[in-house]
């Protein structure tokens, strides 16, 4: 399919592919749109800019599944500033080029709303929480994955391969009987195994339990959360299962 560009009278063409992991891809000329239709997510690919490109023109790269490490690339003699490394579901990105000095430019970049990585999953097993230490929630049972970046068997952390500033919230409820106010509850995320954002001590008046909700950015690579718990009375404390201890986060925007 092509239409005619009404600003510099070139035709403007797009390309269908199914590609497949270390794909590498390189703008035909007249071609300004590739649309990129995997079976599934690609590990690696590479996407090299039209060699003759003119004045003022504008390349779109758009994809239906996750691309983890993406490398655009100008082609010989052309530079490109701030190249995307990765594309979400459904996100585009677009780069026009400057002849005079024969660089490209980001344009614009787009994701469908709503289409990034988000999961939510709670303890339907207990964890037991032995006194004053900090201690990783095991959630077993997820409600929904829609990257399958959630380990619900072995780690049970969160790591997404889209970069980008993720809301992430969790409650540790604890088993009934803690009633005494001066014993602290304390709910964590952690990330990369360290403590990165913690709730207040929390004292109630009746069963025990924490909240906590975090903005917390990361790279879409290594950067992994995890749900871990505190508390302060003199033996260990089993996690109440279901509604009242969970783990959730959710992709709020790309880097």
């Known amino acids: ?47 090299t800019m039209p060699a003759a490109p003119a004045d003022g023109m504008v390349i779109w790269v758009t994809t239906t599944k996750q691309i983890v490490a993406l490398t655009m690339n100008g082609n010989t003699g052309q530079t490109l500033t701030s190249g995307v490394t990765s594309l979400a579901p459904n996100q585009a990105v677009a780069y026009l080029y400057r002849s005079a000095n024969t660089t490209w430019y980001p344009f614009e970049t787009q994701m469908a709303q709503g289409n990034g990585p988000a999961f939510s999953a709670y303890n339907s097993s207990a964890t037991s929480l032995p006194a004053a230490t900090f201690t990783k929630i095991q959630f077993q049972t997820e409600e929904f994955d829609t990257a399958n970046a959630f380990d619900s068997t072995t780690n049970y952390r ?11 919230s969790g409650s540790i409820g604890l088993s009934a009987g803690n009633t005494a106010t001066s014993y602290q509850y304390v709910a964590s995320v952690y990330k990369n195994g360290s403590n990165f954002k913690q709730s207040p001590s929390n004292a109630p ?11 917390i950015y990361l790279n879409g690579s290594t950067d992994y959360i995890e749900l871990f718990g505190y508390q302060s009375t003199a033996s260990s404390i089993n996690t109440n299962t279901g509604v009242t201890t969970y783990f959730q986060a959710v992709m709020v925007r790309t880097s």
Request: glycine share 12%.
């Open 205 to 215: 008046a009746n069963n025990g339990g924490a909240t906590i909700s975090a903005l």
């Open 158 to 168: 969160f790591t997404p391969l889209v970069a980008g500033y993720y809301q992430a």
């Open 1 to 47: 399919m092509a239409k005619l560009d009404g600003t510099n009278g070139l035709i403007q063409q797009y390309d269908y592919q199914v590609l497949t992991t270390a794909f590498s891809y390189t703008f035909a000329a007249g071609t300004q749109t590739l649309i990129i239709n995997p079976a599934g997510t690609l590990a690696t690919g590479t996407v």
